[in-house]
Each structure stands twice: as structure tokens, then as C-alpha cells.
């Protein structure tokens, strides 16, 4: 195989690994997988245009024809990406997937981190993943129903969380503009508008800040807590994507004084706080 075709090699090396009879094709064959004609019939287009897509001819695809081609072959995520680079040379837009739950080897990652709060949050800034430092420092989140773990929701909604914020002001409209950036990079623009539509019943200010269209980028920067039990902690923090999963971020929180993360350290070690402090 040479890479002057190399999206019809791709396509055949795709074909060639998916069983027939899972997909109710039958009778003998002298090579393995799906014939061109099948795959161009799970896509819904002409069995000439697959093949010359195979053969290096006619031209560059479609992304509708790369999607239905995508489907046809079951791709996965980074194959449907690859897919795209390969036919069109850049990647697929966006497609937002709701979140069900995070990997159990994620989680462990968080688990590690003793003295750094960390969580694991969506695109809709709900927490799907948080450690026992972020429970301590943050808010404990298990004890929150799942609907209630949004990060918005807590910042205008409920005033205790808002009381332990330096600078709230400040930091509503930071959220506010990442909130909105990171919505529309992961293709979830409609999917948060029933939050958009409750928060601006439920809060006048996020309604203002919402209004003015600003965005921002949750990078890094430093956040700080009036804490009832660790007093003012100031945090470092960095942002993350989870490789192939652009609906899923992970924050990093390290506290700037060592004094207070030993103080957080023994807290952690000893089984937390008995109630939540911020919550």
C-alpha cells in the first residue's frame, strides 16, 4: 500500500475487519468483511461513488457523505476523526454526547491527587467526578442530588457558596464567559438551554451577564475561597480536556501555601469534614 490513496486504503482496511453476518449479508466470499456495495448501501449512496472514493477518484467528499460512510463502517470517534482528516483535511464538527459517568481509570487519577482539589466537569459545567480535597475545599458534592451538582446553579442559586467567593462579581462573569465558550466547542448550544432559560428566571445577574455575549477561556489562573474551617485559601489552578472527549474537562486546584495544604492534607487523610462547609 503507498499513501497517495490513503483514504481508500483507509476505507478497505475498515470494511474488510466488520463481519457480514452482523449485519445480515450472507453468502461465500473470497476476501473478508463487507463489499464495496454493501457498505455503500449501510451509507445510503451510490455504489459508484464508494468505489471511487476507494479508488482515489472523483474528487473530495462531502462531510454528509463521510458521516453516512462513518456510520456505515461503525466507526468509532478518533476513526470517524481520522476519517475526516483523511478525506476532507480537518477534523469533524463537534458532536455533543451527554455524559454518563467518567472512567474508573479517571477516577483513580483523581483519587491520587491528596492535597490538589480536583474535579471532572461537562460542557453544561455539571460535576460528574470530584475527589475528597475537592469535597473538603470546593463543595461536597456527593452529598448534593445529581441535578443540584452544577456549578452555575451553586454559584447563583445558592447563597452560601456565594458568601465563601473573593471578588464573586469578578468571578460570575469569568464563569459565565467560559461557561458559553465551552458550550458551543463542544456543539451543546441547544442542549444548555433550558439551564440558560432556568438560570435567567432564577438569577438577574447571571441574566445580565448572559446578555452581554462575553466568552473567556478557563485556562489557568488562581481562584480564592473564604474557607469556614481552612480560612482564605488561595488555589492555582489549570484546565484540561480529556483526550476524546471534548464534553469533558478537568480542573486542577493547588493550594499556593504549604501551610494550608498540610492542614488539607490531614483533613483528607482523617475522613473529611464531618458537614459540608460550603454548602
Not at 448501501?41 to 462513518?70: C, H, K
Amino acid at each position: 500500500m503507498t499513501e497517495t490513496n490513503a483514504l481508500g486504503n483507509f476505507l478497505r482496511d475498515r470494511r474488510s475487519k466488520l463481519d457480514p453476518a452482523s449485519f445480515g449479508f450472507s453468502g461465500r466470499r473470497r476476501t473478508p468483511g463487507l463489499r464495496r456495495e454493501e457498505v455503500a448501501q449501510r451509507s445510503n449512496i451510490s455504489p459508484a461513488w464508494y468505489t471511487w472514493l476507494e479508488q482515489g477518484r472523483g474528487g473530495a467528499p462531502s462531510a454528509d457523505v463521510l458521516n453516512r460512510i462513518a456510520n456505515g463502517l461503525m466507526l468509532t470517534e478518533p476513526e470517524r476523526e481520522h476519517l475526516f482528516i483523511l478525506g476532507l483535511g480537518r477534523p469533524p464538527e463537534v458532536r455533543f454526547h451527554p455524559v454518563e459517568g467518567i472512567s474508573p481509570r479517571l477516577q483513580r487519577i483523581l483519587d491520587s491527587l491528596v492535597t490538589s482539589p480536583a474535579l471532572v466537569r461537562t460542557a453544561a459545567w455539571d460535576v460528574m467526578a470530584w475527589n475528597r480535597a475537592a469535597a473538603v475545599v470546593m463543595t461536597d458534592y456527593g452529598r448534593l442530588a445529581p441535578s443540584e451538582r452544577n456549578i452555575l446553579r451553586l454559584l447563583f442559586c445558592n447563597p452560601a457558596v456565594r458568601r465563601h467567593q473573593h471578588d464573586w462579581e469578578a468571578m460570575a462573569r469569568f464563569v459565565v464567559g467560559s461557561f458559553r465558550a465551552d458550550a458551543a466547542r463542544a456543539g451543546a448550544t441547544s442542549q444548555i438551554a433550558d439551564l440558560v432559560d432556568e438560570l435567567c428566571r432564577a438569577s438577574p445577574e447571571f441574566d445580565a451577564l448572559w446578555r452581554e455575549n462575553e466568552v473567556a477561556a478557563l485556562g489557568e489562573g488562581t481562584k480564592r475561597i473564604k474557607h469556614p474551617v481552612l480560612g482564605d485559601v488561595e488555589l492555582e489552578y489549570s484546565g484540561f480536556a480529556v483526550d476524546g472527549r471534548p464534553d469533558l474537562f478537568l480542573v486542577v486546584y493547588n493550594p499556593v501555601d504549604g501551610a494550608v495544604a498540610d492542614r488539607l492534607r490531614s483533613i483528607v487523610e482523617n475522613g473529611g469534614l464531618g458537614d459540608d462547609p460550603l454548602g
